[in-house]
């Protein structure tokens, strides 16, 4: 199968410091994109530019558990071609102990910070026409997942959101 050519295209990865961001932080350069990366860990960003020097156009350190750094994160954004949400956390534990406020962390990561960030791109027209929105969800929206309430929850959210 080959590669897309995405030169002259410009998209934000979110969750890019782990993971499956990271890799498709480096399949995306590979396919020529200039990215904008934002995540939690400095050090992995600054390796990231390391490995990608040409394709790294923006670095945008955010914790999407912030709404103030969104908010930001969407103000440093230049207009986009493309946008992946791969920013996520899976929690596990049994529904008797979860409190609220840990539910509300898992949605605020998966789900609320995608909201948020598509919400802001297109109040501030910074999507270009034609652009794409990939969101990483998992299978276990529809498969049992012991434990996985919170992160199953924010991930059909999620779904449904991207379908809608």
């Known amino acids: 199968m080959s590669q897309p050519d995405l030169s002259q295209r410009t998209i934000l990865v979110t969750?890019?410091?782990s993971g499956?961001?990271?890799?498709?932080v480096s399949l995306l350069a590979s396919a020529g994109a200039d990215?904008?990366?934002?995540?939690?860990?400095a050090d992995v960003l600054?390796?990231?530019c390391k490995s990608f020097p040409?394709?790294?156009?923006?670095v945008l350190p955010?914790?999407?558990?912030?709404e103030e750094e969104i908010i930001a994160l969407v103000e440093d954004c230049p207009v986009l071609n493309?946008?992946?949400?791969?920013?996520?956390?899976?929690?596990?534990?049994p529904l008797q102990f979860i409190k609220p406020a840990q539910l509300a962390e898992v949605f605020q990561v998966n789900f609320f910070s995608a909201f948020n960030i598509v919400r802001g791109l297109l109040s501030k027209k910074k999507l270009a026409k034609g652009a794409s929105l990939v969101f990483l969800s998992s299978q276990a929206t529809q498969l049992p997942l012991m434990g996985g309430t919170m992160y199953v929850s924010s991930k059909a959210a999620l779904e449904?959101?991207?379908r809608n």
Do not use: W, Y
């Open 46 to 48: 600054d390796s990231l």
């Open 20 to 24: 499956i961001g990271k890799e498709i």
């Open 62 to 66: 955010c914790d999407l558990r912030n």
């Open 160 to 162: 449904g959101f991207a």
């Open 35 to 41: 990215l904008i990366i934002t995540g939690r860990n």
């Open 82 to 93: 493309g946008f992946v949400h791969s920013a996520g956390i899976a929690p596990q534990m």
């Open 15 to 17: 969750g890019a410091t």
């Open 54 to 58: 040409d394709r790294i156009a923006k």
